[in-house]
């Protein structure tokens, strides 16, 4: 186990060289002041990641694009391993407690990155940490085996920074695999997006962006998706402005390739700013009636915009409002009329903590309860929408089975007149043999590097004469 020291003095010292990018040094004391800025709003303040992140970055106009992004990349990483860094600060470093929170935030920081792979020695010299303080630093993430002694779902919580509650159901579904999951929320998610089916294939998007310097690989399971691998700014692309893709990972794409939606009436019950929604319009060609539904204003809002840029013509959006009553008027006219209804269920978001790394310190048992009793009600609400012989699809961006599919087994108990169906029809053969666990789409990070997804199909049977 680390040897404790007794805490120095904090001080800065002088003199740190920069690193170079495209011929510019990195000035790694604007990056350090506002990596603490932003985490200090994340981690005190309970800002969103993103959203202080963004509104750091926007008060530092002076910052190149290169130091930009290393600021994003080493928040993220700090949040990724938050419950691990703290655990070895209050464990290992004595004195600790005794910093500032900037003090206390500047080492969180250095944690981060060596645990990500960096040296005690860069991170120590590039955020001017004392010699006690680094070499203490490289001591304790070299010795583990006082990790490696420890039961699998304490371990699995500390090294993969997940609540605990949430490690001990981790390991209890998945078993030693569960710390695969663990390391895979724990690093980057790729820039994913779909090509939009209005506008063109995915072979000619790659073309479009090649162009513009970006380069590209094509999704492994959905034939619409494509990686870019340059790093920039997507919605910068001409051909981003021009409609011809929309940023949308490729768990996500497959799960909206199982609505396979016709040119009639179809419903997206759960829109939010309409990912899938315009998947949907796609494959229906522009034709037939498509209504997107939700309950908040400003992501349909966005949905419009997004609609008008992709050419969606035949989007049909309706604002759900909060009284049951009103809600039941407001659905009145699409009772058991619906050929495809797509329920992409409010959620933990486990699947999603790659992308959101702070969201997991959010996540209460309490409130992964109310999501289980929320997506029931909603999947019982909106199958009331489907006609004899449609489909009802259920989804989530959750790995959890309780919110998967512990809700379908509940459901067909109460409703014998669905039936699940497996969803291999609506996938790509070779996707199929992989992404399906029985009937299911299941997907996981660490198993098919998308997001965690799940997806049930149901058929509403026919009245028999």
């Known amino acids: 186990m680390p040897t404790q020291k007794r805490p120095v003095p904090f001080k800065k010292p002088s003199g740190v060289p920069n690193r170079k990018s495209k011929g510019r040094g990195l000035r790694e004391d604007l990056i350090t002041q506002t990596c603490l800025e932003a985490y200090g709003s994340i981690r ?4 969103l990641a993103d959203r202080a992140i963004d509104f750091s970055l926007r008060r530092k106009a002076h910052l190149y694009s290169a130091e930009r992004r290393e600021i994003a990349e080493r928040v993220y990483a700090l949040l990724r391993h938050q419950i691990h860094v703290d655990y070895l600060l209050e464990n290992f470093w004595a004195g600790y407690e005794r910093r500032s929170t900037s003090q206390k935030d500047l080492l969180r920081l250095a944690v981060a990155r060596v645990l990500s792979g960096e040296s005690a020695q860069t991170a120590g010299l590039e955020l001017s940490l004392l010699d006690d303080d680094v070499a203490l630093l490289a001591h304790v993430t070299a010795d583990r085996g006082w990790l490696e002694k420890m039961p699998l779902a304490e371990r699995l919580s ?9 490690a001990e159901r981790l390991v209890r579904e998945l078993g030693p695999d569960a710390s695969a999951l ?4 724990n690093t980057r998610a790729p820039l994913t ?18 162009k513009e310097d970006v380069r590209t690989r094509p999704t492994p399971y959905s034939p619409l998706g494509l990686h870019l691998d340059t790093r920039i700014n997507a919605f910068s692309l001409q051909a981003f402005r021009d409609g011809a ?3 949308q990972d ?16 179809v419903i997206d019950a759960c829109a939010g700013a309409g990912g899938k929604t315009l998947q949907l319009a796609a494959q229906m060609k522009n034709r037939g009636e498509l209504f997107a539904l939700d309950i908040e204003q400003r992501r349909l809002d966005d949905l419009k915009k997004r609609a008008r840029r992709a050419g969606a013509h035949n989007v049909r959006i309706r604002l759900l409002p909060a009284d049951a009553g009103a809600l039941a008027q407001t659905l009145q006219d699409l009772q058991g009329s619906a050929e495809r209804v797509l329920v992409d269920a409010p959620c933990s978001g486990t699947g999603t903590f790659r992308r959101k790394p702070d969201a997991r310190y959010r996540l209460t048992e309490a409130m992964l309860a109310e999501h289980v009793t929320r997506q029931g009600v909603l999947l019982r609400r909106f199958a009331a929408l489907v006609k004899p012989g449609g489909r009802l699809i259920y989804g989530t961006c959750s790995v959890l089975r309780e919110e998967n599919e512990a809700v379908i087994e509940a459901f067909v108990a109460e409703h014998p007149d669905f039936e699940v169906v497996s969803a291999a029809q609506w996938l790509p053969a070779d996707a199929a043999k992989t992404v399906l666990q029985g009937p299911f789409l299941r997907l996981y990070p660490h198993r098919h590097g998308t997001d965690g997804f799940f997806g049930a199909v149901l058929v509403k049977k026919k009245p028999t004469a």
């Open 44 to 47: 005190h303040e309970g800002r």
């Open 158 to 166: 500390i090294e993969g920074s997940v609540p605990h509650f949430l």
């Open 182 to 185: 663990a390391t895979a929320f």
């Open 193 to 210: 997006v779909r090509a939009n089916a209005l506008k063109g294939d995915r072979d000619a998007l790659a073309a479009s962006v090649e």
């Open 245 to 247: 893709f929309e940023i």
């Open 250 to 265: 490729e768990g996500s794409q497959l799960l909206g390739m199982l609505v396979d939606a016709p040119p009639r009436r």
